[in-house]
Every structure is written in C-alpha cells, then in structure tokens.
C-alpha cells in the first residue's frame, strides 16, 4: 500500500551514504557497500507493488516492506549522525585549539569503529533480506525511463476554478429560496450530498451572488467541520465582525449579548459549511442563541453536509427548514469538466478514440466533479494508450461509497512518479481537515523530513527548495490542493485541501508521523502541538524527530535538552511565552529552519551562530522592537532566507556580514544604513551576486541632515542582482540616486513595485517609463520639482527605430506621488511617434504637491483617483477632463477649483463612491448634473463653505451612503420626489449651520443609520421616520434648537442616541421599538420627560439632565440589564423606584448635589458605581442587603471618611475599586474585610489617602494582606 514510504527511505539513505564525510570519517569502504545492497533493495521494492502479487503474496510483500522500512529508518538516523558529527566537528574543533592531535585522532578512531559496526550490522540485515526476496515472489525490477519533467506553468488555475459547470440552476433555487423569506423566525436549509459533490462550491456561488449582497447586511462563513461546539461557533460569528475580539469575550452568555448589539437590525446570512454533528441537544443550543440574538425578519442559515443525518435532526427542531439534496452531474457535464482540465487552453482536438474513451471515463465519474477534475487533469499528459489504461483499471469495480471515490482519486496520486512526491503528499494528512497551508512553510517541512534530496540527475542542479516548489506546483496542477491564495504579484502564498483528498492522504499513508500517538513511538519524525504541553516535556525522547512546530503553544520555556536533538532540522517557537533561548539551541547543527515571529525576546544567545547549516530563518523586528540575533550572521553561510538585517557599529553586526551569505533569496530588509561608515564594507555586502527578489534599504528618520552623510556611496555600494523584483528605499539623504538606478541599463528590468519614501533631499526621479513589468510606484520626494521626460524613460533616438506605438509605464496599476512639496510640473512625454502613456493605471494618489501648476490628461484605464493638498485646479482639472472609466473619486484641500470639469460625472458612468472635502472655492458639483451619477453608492461632502448646491442627478437611487459635514451655504439637501432610495443605508449631516428640515425620508426603506449632529437650526427630526424599516441606529447631536422629538414605530431600532441638544424638552410617543436595545441621553438641560414602551431595552444612559423628573415606569423597562444616571437632580426622589427594576444587573448612579433619604433595594444587582456624591458622608446603608453584588466601584465622594463596617456583610464582592475619594482614610475592621471571603481584587488610585495607609506597614495593611490581587495607587482599566 504504502511502499513509496520505503522507496523514499533507501533513496535517502542511498544519497547520505554517497556523502564525503565517509571520508573524513574513514569508513568509506562501508558505506560503498551500503549502496550496493540499496541498490538492490530498491530494484525489488519497484516490483512490490506489482498487481501479479495474490493475496497471500501481497501480505508476506508487506511485511517484507515494513521490515525494510524498519531497517532503512535504522540506517537513515545513523547516517544522519554522522552528517551532524562532521558539522559539530566543523563548529567546535577550531574552539578547542588546547587538546593534543593524539586526544583528538583516539577520539576520532572509537568514533569510526563504533559507526563502522553499526553500518556493517545494516549492511548485514539488508542482505538478508534481500535473500527472502525471491521467496515470496519478489524480482528485480529495472527503474523505468524517466519522463520529461513537467514544467509547465499553473496560471490558469484561477481562470479554471471560475468554470463551474452544472450548478447554475441550484444555486439560483438557493439565492430565490434565502432572499423570499420573511420569517419571524429563522429559516435553515441544508445542502446534502456526498463528498466531491461540490457543496462547498454551490455555497460559495451563492454567497457571492449579487443577489444575495444586496439582501442581507452581513455574510458569515463558518468551516464547522467535525469540531461542532456551539460557543466556538459563537466566538467565530463575532471574530467574522470585530476580528480579535472573540477571544476576548467569556462564556457563551457574554458572547451571545455581544452578538445580539452586533446583529440587531441586521439581516445577516450565516454559512455553516462541511457539518457533521447530529447531537440535537448542540444543535437546540445554537438554534436558540441565533434566534435570541436577532429577530429581523429574513435571516437565513445554509449548511452543507454529506451526513442526511444532520438535516433530519436541524427538521426536527425548526418549523422553517428546507433539503436540498444535491444531483449528481450529468455524463456530458463531466466530460466537459474533464476537458476543460485535460486541455486547459480550450483546443482540444479529439481523434474518434479519444471521444469514445473520454465520454466512457466521464460515465464513470459517477457525477462527481471533484473526481472529474482529478481525472481530466491525469488525462491531460496521456495518448489515447493512457486514457485507455484509466478505462481499464480495477479500479472502476469496487464497491460504491466513499472507498470508491477514494479509490478513483488514488488513480491520480499512482501517476505521481516519484515516491518523494507521494510521501509529500502523504504527510498532508498529519493536519487537520480545512487547514490553511503557507506554501513556503510546508516546503521546509517536506524539506526537514529529507524528502528534497538529489534523487536523480535531472535535479542535481536544483536547491531542495526547488525540488520542493516543483513537487508543490504538482499537487496543485493534480487539484490535490485548492483555494489558492496569492500575493499582489500572483504568486501562490497558500493552499487548502479538499476533505476528501485529504482523507485519500490519510489513506495512502501509515501516520508515521503523527504526533498524537504515544509517546513511547522513538520512530517520531515529526511532532505538532497548539496547546497540549504534556508531550511537549517529553521531546528529548523522541530521538528521531526532524519537524518541532510548537507555533501558538502556551509555553514559556524551551527546555535545555533542545539541544540533544541531533536530527532536527525545523524548529517552529513563533506566537508562545517564550522570552529567552538556551544556549544549547547553539548545538542544533543540523537545523534547517527556525522561526520566532511574534516572540518578545529579550535576547539571543551568541551560540546562535553555530547553526551552520541554516537555510530558513524568521522573525519579526516590528513586534519585538529589535533585531534579535546576535553578532556573527556571516557565519550561516547556508542561509537563504532573512527577513531583515540591522546593521549595528558593533563588530560582527556590520553590513559586511551579509557577503558570506552567497544564498540569499527571497525578500531581504536592510535597516539603520546610517551605521555603515565604511563604503569598502557595503560593497563586500555583494548584493549584486544575491538572488534577493525583494530588497528594502532603510536609514534612520532624522528630521534633519545627517552630520558627514554618505547615503549616495552606500547606495551606490549596494547595486543589487538584475532579477530583483521589488525595490524600497526610506530616508535616504543623498542629493541624487545612484548610476544604477538613475540608469536604463543597469536599472533592474524586472523590477514590479519601486518605493522611494523619505528621500528629502532628491530632486530628480529615475527613468522608469520603460520597465515592462513595473506594477506599483511610490514616490515621496519633498525636493523634486518636475516630472518630465526623463521620468518617463522616453528616448526620442530610440523612437525613430520603429514605427510600432511605444509604449510608456506599460503595467504601472498604481501610482502614488506624496509630499512632494516642490513639485511644480508634471508634463507629458514629448514623442515624435504614436505613444501611449498609463493604459494599464488603475490608482492614481496624488497628495501634498501643493505648488503643482501641471498635470497629463490621459489615464485610460484609471479606476481610483485622490487628488489632495494641491493650491491650483489647473492641474486638476486636467486629470479628470479625459477620464471614463472611475469607480472612485476623491478631492481634498484644492483651492482654485469652483466646480468639476463639464460632463466629468456623466463620462464616468461606474463611478461608484465620491468623497470632495476642504475645498473652500467649490461651489458646485456638477451644474447639470441629472442623470450623470447612476452607478453612484458613497457620496461625501464634508468642509466645502462656497458650496451651495448639488444637482438632483448627484443623489441617485443607487446611493448607499450619503455625508454632508460642514456646508454652511448649502440650500437644501436635493433627494427627488417620488424616487425610491431603496438602496441607501447610511445617511449623516453634520455641522449644516443653515439647515432648518430634512426632506421626507419616505422611500427610504433600507436605511440603517441616520447620524444629526451640530445643526443649530434644525426645528424637528424628517418626517417619514415610520418607512424606515430597516433603521437600526439613530444618533442626534448638538441641535440646539430641537424642542420635540416625537418617533412612533420604527421596529427595527436598536440604538438611540440623543445628546447636547440644549432646547429639547420631551421625548414621547416611542413606541412601536420591539428592538431597542440601547438607548442614551446626555447633556439636555431642559428635558423634563421620558415618555415610551421599551419591550427588550437592555442599557439606558442619561446625563446631565437636571429637569427630567420622568422616565419610563418600571413595566416598560422588564428587560432593562444596565442603567447609569448622572446629573439628575431632579430625578433623585424616583430612585426608590429602581427596586421594582427586577433584571438590573448594573447601575452607575452618582453627580447629584441633593442627598438622597434611602437607596433602593436591589437583591439582584451585581455592578454598583457610585459617584461624585460631595454632601454624602457615608455610603447607603441599603447596600448590604444586594446579596449579589460582584463589583463596587467608589468614586470622588470628599466627605467620605471611612467605609462603614456592615461592608463585610456584602459577602458576594470580588472586586472593590476606589477612586478620588481624597478624604477616606479608613477601611472597615479587619474583623469585616475577612468576611469579605470572595473578595480577589482592590483597587485604590487617584489620590485617595487611604493609598499610603494600606501599602506594606501602614495600619490599613493588615486588613488587606490576605487579598490576591491589590493595586495601590496605579490606575487599573478595568471592565466591571
């Protein structure tokens, strides 16, 4: 089954043993015997897997098999000694000058006879084994002719994921059946079929249908697979909204309040994908939390599932629940798929063979498009004999179900050639299902396990890293692994694999690797952990393991014995406690890879650059503030990867370091270059030899010129390789680029993304118009003060040569110039043949060029433009006079710029969102503008004082968003009569000094937000509120002259936020909010009442309204959780009132200048904050009897003394806090604070004299010493 295990195993050891440190070592003579045997072990092992094989045969062959692997493990480790030997050799014989040649040569001796003996036994065992060969029918087999490597590139994967074939009308039934309900009550259906039905695939479609976007306010997907627990659940739909913050929140009641603020109002749409679990008690429990966090009508679940099972059980508890069984493919639809895998460039040209055979193995893909797509790719390297070998197979003949499935697709995994390949594949198995691969990380895993080798000649010339991209780029062309994710640039940084190819990896291999099973298994290889630290103290017993990846486990030290771990080649700390190394990580000689991101370490041991044999290194300067690594980088001569090098003045830290580091790829950060002194030491850096695909070079901010600056000698010492791909230079001081970039021939061709940031004192750009495949240019130039030719890369000499159109700056996509505050001129090319400039700019940033007086006019292509900080709208309106093709628009701080240029807005008909702010001449948008503005969705307007009008056209009924801030002259805000705004959801005026009403807002049906503030003239709210019905959150600010707000039915509402509206002097007629759930009102002197039905209001808020004598009777308020009353004086005598309140759980009450008789009884109350009482001398006596009091927080009460000692009755507390109280200066008895059991926290800050009474020896300190956790005189932010 698994032989290719064995195969990969005698390749390797066949490979260490051809290694010169046999030599060294003098057992050369051993070792060539050793690969005599190999080689004929591994002639038999090409027959093992022969189909001649019977039964009986084929078990004794496996038992055969796994004694060799048994063998060739044996010989894999001791050869691996031996390598590590010669590198501890290397490293540590030149430190031990003082030992005799005698001492060393004796050593050396005991050596070679103790390995000698061992190799011989191997030898030994090999060949008796290979004497029971032939007895259970095993042959020599010769190695087959190689086929030509497959290098072809894998472009069009993401053009062939888009194909999806068959699923049209199924995912519209989805999309009709999610956006037609109107449920009170959630709605949930389920997606069946068997595994490679493409589930997940229709899921995706309807997610991202433009139907489904527009319906519901929010999409989550949640990949549930078989881990169902309903507060991971929960934590993972909050993550989908706040990300970081589920982990945060405790408990699923705490998670399910904070969903219920985050999704009230919100139709939301929630994708359970690849669901096993059919317990009905989980399901009941997250069924019910959903439901109690939202009760917008028309919320929908959709889960996938192979399991019918799950449906029946989601059936048996929703009244609203469809099943949607998913169909199988038809045979044409298969054979589609099959040919557009097997020829991708849509040119099949099929003889009558290839059609018979192609359309009989499209029949037999059983209607499953994942075994399609496997398939029609294994057909694609194959003659009409390969297509009919796929046809002939066994294979076809075994029994339905998913045995089958995965029997097909092993059809696929045997026409991977090399067992290295197959064993790469295999180790997949080892995570978990739905796991996101980082590409280059699971190429140095494969690589640790030696799987990377030189196995044949046609690699000898490749790194291992090589060998390991070309096996990656395999499995992905063989649809072994899916949703690829790339970077900007298209290259691949990460993969996933189907559940089903998955359990095919687990399949095909033996989980030899697995670092769940016990731990008295010495074969390890590899070991993974996230949280479990009971293994993790037993590693120095595993003496084989190659991989330890301890990434995000809760440890805070690595244990010294790291360093008995001969064999380890990849070492994974990143994201534990861990703040020191032990040195003994300095005897690792074998590590190949280490990585430390997000670690605070406090420092690096020197030993660290023993570890010659390096390749792979990574950590993060930005989280830990410093470069870690010690002195003497130059040492890791293999290394091949460094994400970053601060040059120090220190010996061993300058840039001459980097020059023995002849292996360096990749990506490379150079910072503090003001430290090189030295101009011969830059050069011997060499970067020009090193493959760096990524170069950042960084001198130190400084506000001013350096003293004796040689930035220009630096740089020019630092040319890098011609290949390089992407180039960043920051604060470089030098008056000029250097002659390699500020040269066409010398400037690398290749170059994708150039970023000059900082570079103050520079006044002329590069020639770059030329480059072919530059995609990304910033420039940040404070000095440079035109753009003209030169910057273009146009050579009038060069132009007559040809009579094809030039092209200049080909597939630039974005380009941003910044505070180039001298700029004065940007102009176009000055050709004498047809030319074209920008065809490919998308992005246009042009920011802080406040003297520019010049501009082109020609961005053909060009999507996203701001325009910001410029003094003249000459330049301006030159850019926006051609353009066509905009989605996004922004102008900022332009003086001299009254209105767009004529037609502008009508020209860009995509023109999706536009934001014009801090333009002060600007007194019109577009003068006839109706109808010009169709696609448009965000509109804001924000600081413009001339503006006065925008055109009906503007305010089309595509918008979304709409902002109008600080528009004093602006006559009326131009929504049309009688169309319908059905699409806006945001709508915000602010600071709009002439505004007296807002038009109607009937017709706007989905708007969510409504946001008033700082419109001094507004007599009332707009009318039409009540056709509102999706309004979730209203926010009305500083409207001085607002008297009456009157709001009825809005049932959608969850927030209300009213504040600093100084005439306002009733609030009624609130009723209809079955959702409110947040309500506040701040800073209203003349409120006298609070009149309205509040079903599920959880937090009321009111400050500093002195008048209000009225609020809600206590049967409106049944749901009321939290309530916080400040300023309320004429409030006080109502307090008593708050008894009757019977879910309080948390009142803040306090800033009254009138005393109060008695405090109310809460039992229930678990949160009290008292504050700014000044005339109370003591607390209320009323406190003791709140038997559930957790947390009580004591603030700024003067006349306070002493806290009273019925305290101690208040057993429930676990947290006190007091703050400015800056006349306490005694604690109840000792007697009350210990019955005070639960008490864990205190907290006294803020200038309270009790602070220096209760530190260690003060007479309050015996009172307070028993308790856990105290804090004097810190502030403490703390959630109480």
Excluded at 844 to 867: H, M, T, V
Excluded at 1151 to 1156: P, R, S, V
Aim: hydrophobic content about 35%; aromatic content about 8%; proline content about 4%.
């Amino acid at each position: 089954m698994a032989n290719f295990i064995a195969r990969t195993l005698v390749r390797r050891v066949f490979s260490l043993a051809g290694q010169e440190f046999s030599l060294q070592w003098g057992f050369g003579r051993e070792l060539t015997k050793l690969r005599e045997t190999l080689g004929i072990v591994e002639a038999l092992l090409r027959d093992a897997d022969h189909p001649r094989h019977n039964q009986q045969q084929g078990e004794a062959v496996q038992l055969w098999v796994a004694k060799l692997e048994e063998i060739a493990d044996d010989a894999d480790n001791l050869l691996d000694e031996c390598s590590y030997e010669e590198l501890r050799v290397q490293v540590e014989l030149p430190t031990r000058i003082g030992r005799t040649l005698n001492s060393v040569s004796l050593s050396k001796a005991r050596y070679r006879r103790k390995k000698a003996r061992k190799i011989q036994k191997i030898n030994k065992s090999l060949k008796n084994l290979c004497k029971l060969a032939s007895g259970i029918g095993l042959v020599s087999t010769p190695l087959p002719s190689a086929a030509p490597r497959n290098r072809e590139t894998y472009s069009f994967f993401d053009k062939d994921e888009e194909i999806i074939v068959g699923r049209e009308e199924v995912v519209s039934h989805i999309v009709t059946n999610s956006t037609s309900s109107q449920a009170n009550h959630l709605s949930v259906l389920a997606i069946v079929g068997m595994g490679g039905l493409g589930k997940t695939t229709v899921a995706k479609l309807v997610c991202h249908d433009p139907t489904i976007e527009g319906h519901f306010h929010e999409k989550i997907w949640i990949c549930v697979s078989t881990e169902f627990q309903v507060v991971m659940i929960l934590r993972r739909i909050l993550q989908s909204f706040r990300p970081g913050a589920g982990a945060a929140v405790e408990g699923k009641d705490e998670l399910c309040k904070t969903l219920k603020q985050e999704l009230k109002g919100k139709r939301y749409l929630l994708i359970l994908d690849d669901v096993w679990c059919q317990e009905s008690e989980k399901w009941e429990e997250l069924i019910s939390c959903l439901s109690n966090v939202n009760d917008r009508l028309g919320s929908n679940i959709i889960v996938t599932t192979r399991n019918v099972g799950v449906a029946s059980t989601i059936a048996s508890i929703l009244q609203t629940f469809t099943i949607l069984e998913m169909d199988k493919l038809s045979d044409n639809q298969c054979w589609q798929i099959l040919k557009n895998r097997a020829f991708p460039d849509g040119t099949a040209h099929l003889n009558e063979d290839q059609e018979i055979l192609g359309k009989e193995i499209a029949r037999r893909c059983a209607g499953l498009p994942l075994v399609a797509k496997v398939l029609g790719y294994t057909m694609r390297s194959k003659t009409s004999d390969g297509w009919r070998s796929i046809v002939e197979s066994s294979i076809w003949n075994l029994p339905g179900g998913d045995t089958k499935i995965l029997s097909i697709l092993k059809l696929s995994f045997n026409d991977l050639k090399s067992p290295a390949l197959k064993q790469c594949f295999a180790f997949c198995s080892n995570f978990v299902k739905d796991f996101e691969f980082k590409r280059e990380d699971l190429i140095r895993l494969w690589m640790a396990q030696g799987w990377l080798h030189h196995f044949s000649t046609e690699e000898s010339n490749l790194d291992m890293e090589d060998i390991g991209a070309e096996y990656f780029g395999i499995l992905l062309e063989n649809s072994f692994f899916q949703d690829v994710r790339r970077d900007p640039y298209g290259n691949i940084t990460s993969c996933k694999m189907h559940d089903l190819v998955h359990d095919l990896a687990q399949h095909v291999s033996k989980s030899r690797w697995d670092s769940k099973e016990t731990e008295t298994k010495r074969g390890l290889r590899s070991f993974f952990v996230e949280r479990d630290q009971v293994l993790f103290n037993t590693l120095p017993s595993f003496e084989a393991l190659r991989v330890v990846k301890l990434c995000g486990a809760d440890i805070k030290v690595l244990p010294d014995s790291v360093g008995k771990m001969k064999h380890l080649r990849y070492l994974d700390i990143s994201n534990t406690k861990i703040r020191t190394l032990p040195k003994s990580v300095g005897k690792l000689y074998n590590l190949q890879t280490l990585r430390m991101n997000y670690l605070e370490l406090r420092a690096c041991p020197k030993e660290l650059t023993n570890l010659i044999n390096l390749r792979h290194i990574s950590y993060d300067r930005v989280f830990s503030g410093w470069s870690p690594w010690p002195s003497g980088m130059g040492r890791l001569t293999n290394l091949q990867s460094l994400p970053e090098f601060q040059v120090l003045k220190k010996i061993g830290c300058g840039i001459e370091e980097l020059g023995s580091l002849k292996q360096l790829k990749g990506k490379l950060s150079i910072y503090c270059l003001e430290c090189v002194t030295d101009i011969e030491k830059a050069k011997k850096a060499n970067l020009v030899e090193k493959c760096i695909r990524d170069l950042s070079l960084s001198w130190s901010w400084s506000s001013t010129s350096r003293p004796n600056c040689n930035d220009e000698d630096v740089l020019e010492a630092l040319q890098p390789h011609p290949n390089l791909e992407v180039l960043k230079i920051e604060n470089f001081l030098g008056d000029k680029f250097p002659s390699w970039i500020m040269s066409k021939l010398s400037l690398p061709s290749n170059l994708k993304e150039i970023k000059f940031r900082g570079c103050k004192e520079c006044k002329e750009v590069p020639k770059l118009g030329h480059l072919p495949n530059l995609r990304s240019l910033y420039i940040e130039m404070p000095n440079l003060e035109r753009l003209g030719s030169d910057f273009y890369g146009y050579d009038p000499h060069e132009a007559t040569t040809g009579c094809q159109t030039k092209a200049l700056f080909p597939a630039l996509k974005s380009l941003t110039i910044q505070y180039a505050g001298k700029l004065i001129e940007w102009s176009e090319p000055q050709v004498l043949l047809p030319t074209v400039v920008f065809q490919s700019l998308e992005k246009l940033n042009l920011q802080g060029s406040p003297q520019l007086r010049s501009a082109p006019s020609y961005f053909p292509s060009l999507q996203s433009l701001s325009l910001v900080k410029i003094d003249s709208g000459v330049p301006v309106t030159s850019v926006l006079s051609k353009l066509t093709t905009l989605t996004y628009l922004h102008i900022s701080g332009v003086k001299g710029l009254d209105c767009l240029p004529e037609g502008m807005l009508r020209n860009n008909k995509n023109l999706a969102r536009l934001k014009i702010d801090r333009c002060e001449e600007l007194t019109c948008i577009a003068p006839h503008g109706f109808g010009c503005c169709a696609s448009l969705q965000s509109l804001v307007i924000v600081g413009c004082n001339k503006l006065r009008y925008l055109s009906e056209g503007l305010l089309a009924p595509s918008l979304e968003e709409l902002l109008i801030s600080d528009c004093p002259s602006l006559e009326s805000i131009p929504f049309t009569e009688g169309i319908e705004y059905g699409s806006l959801h945001t709508l915000r005026i602010k600071k709009y000094s002439t505004l007296t009403s807002i038009p109607s807002l009937q017709g706007f049906s989905s708007v969510r937000a409504i946001k008033i503030s700082e419109c001094s003239e507004l007599l009332s709210l707009p009318s039409g509120l009540n056709c509102c019905t999706s309004l979730g959150k209203i926010k009305i600010r500083s409207c001085s002259k607002l008297k009456f707000i009157s709001i009825d039915s809005l049932p959608s509402l969850v927030r209300l936020d009213i504040r600093t509206c100084s005439s306002l002097e009733s609030i009624d007629a609130l009723h209809g909010f079955r959702c409110l759930y947040e309500f506040t009102i701040r800073d209203c002197d003349k409120l006298t009442s609070l009149l309205g039905s509040f079903p599920i209001l959880q937090g009321l808020e009111i400050r500093n309204c002195p008048s209000l004598e009225t609020i809600p009777c206590s049967d409106n308020l049944t749901t009321l959780s939290s309530l916080k009353i400040y300023s309320c004086d004429g409030f006080i005598s109502k307090l008593s009132e708050l008894a009757s309140l019977t879910s309080l759980r948390r009142l803040e009450v306090g800033d009254f200048c009138k005393e109060l008789d008695s405090f109310p009884v809460i039992p229930q109350l678990q949160t009290l904050m008292l504050s700014g009482w000044p005339k109370l001398k003591s607390l209320h006596e009323q406190i003791q009897h709140f038997t559930s009091l957790t947390s009580l927080n004591i603030n700024s009460f003067d006349e306070v003394e002493s806290l009273p000692e019925w305290l101690g009755s208040v057993s429930s507390l676990t947290v006190l806090i007091i703050e400015l109280c800056h006349n306490l200066k005694y604690l109840p008895s000792r007697q009350a604070m210990q019955r005070l059991t639960k008490l864990r926290s205190l907290y006294i800050c803020c200038d309270c004299p009790l602070i220096k009474r209760c530190r260690k020896g003060g007479p309050e300190w015996p009172k307070i010493s028993h308790i856990p956790d105290l804090s004097l005189g810190k502030y403490k932010e703390l959630t109480v």
